[in-house]
């Protein structure tokens, strides 16, 4: 069985639902992402599996046991939030000791605890300052510090990286990842950014308007999306008329046929077996990737090619657009 189980998991409020039967499992030591645009029920979620929300109906498992009803101090689960979370008037040490000093720690165990916890996060001999003197990436760290010190069997995270600069940010993330697979402790990250999502979790669940759309890894999720909107909304996506293509390839009436920007090219490949003449609209050159929109049988499209040093196409040039028709995704309409 799953050590984190979701079942059947429905928040209303008021007459609004904005949880609208969520069900998923997962094993112990995954990080899991729950991806979707804002106010789509993230949150929610994560509040009510860390028991500060009272679900409407189904149940939140932990290795078996069920705790929809317990209270947050119950559950044994750390959590951080997107920021300025930390006690103003504590120092870092009695920050991190917080939740240790409730459970009852002795004073020497917690000091050694708390020393422990800077080596990880990376701030030894940070314990007498204070958050005011920190900077944020600093405070968050402190933040998931003090989260995982009393040794929860779950880590919640709700986006605590989105009030930093985008450099603290990716930098922070790998940290965050990397302290997760060192302890091994099951997390969960809220998340309304796509990259970031792909880029440290073991699996996602692409959430929207209070439905999962799809659960999968991150190659699942991009390179397999289920859905229009999972594959809209995690990376560029080109929707393709159905009529440009050669008799017997299209699916039915009933879906559509798209393409990642990377998949289409202006040279044959091995395995492409679809050649369609196109227009250059524009070309925009981004450093190592070189994005080309083009005109296709009056559809726009973009076409993603690594910068090789070649010189790029221009606006105008008529060009022949190559696709492996085993690369179209066949999406529900
Ligand atoms: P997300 O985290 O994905 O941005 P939330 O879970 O915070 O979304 O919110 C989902 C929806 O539920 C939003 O429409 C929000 O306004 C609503 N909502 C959240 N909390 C409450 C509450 N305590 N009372 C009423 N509506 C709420
Ligand atoms: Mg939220």
Known sequence: A???????LVKTFGTNTVVKGASFGFDKGEFISLLGPSGCGKTTILRMIAGF?????????????????LKPNQRQLGMVFQAYALFPNLTVGDNIGFGLKIA??????????????????????????????????QQQRVALARAIAPKPRLLLLDEPLSALDAKIRVSLRQEIRAIQQDLG??????????????????????????????????HEIYNKPTSRFAATFVGQLNL????????????????????????????PKNGTDIALPATITDVNFLG???????????????????????????????????ITSRDLLVLPN
């Open 2 to 8: 799953a050590f984190l189980e979701i079942e059947n």
């Open 53 to 69: 929300e009272r679900p409407t109906s189904g149940a939140i498992r932990v290795d078996g046991k069920d705790i929809t009803s």
């Open 288 to 322: 190592a990737v070189v994005r080309l929109n083009v005109d296709l049988a009056g559809t726009p499209v973009h076409i993603d090619t690594f910068n090789d040093q070649s010189t790029p196409p221009s606006r105008g040039d008529q060009v022949t657009v190559h």
């Open 185 to 218: 402790i099951t997390t969960v990250f809220v998340t309304h950014d796509q990259e970031e999502a792909l880029s440290i979790s073991d699996r996602i669940v692409v959430m929207n308007a209070g439905n999962i759309e799809q659960l999968g890894t991150p």
């Open 104 to 137: 009852g720690m002795p004073a020497d165990q917690r000091r050694a605890r708390v020393e422990e916890m800077l080596k990880l996060i990376g701030l030894p001999g940070f314990e007498k300052r204070f958050p005011y003197e920190m900077s944020g990436g």
């Open 240 to 267: 393709l008329p159905a009529g440009i293509f050669p008799q017997g390839t299209v699916a039915n009436a009933s879906s559509v046929l798209a393409l990642r920007p990377e998949m289409l090219s202006l040279a």
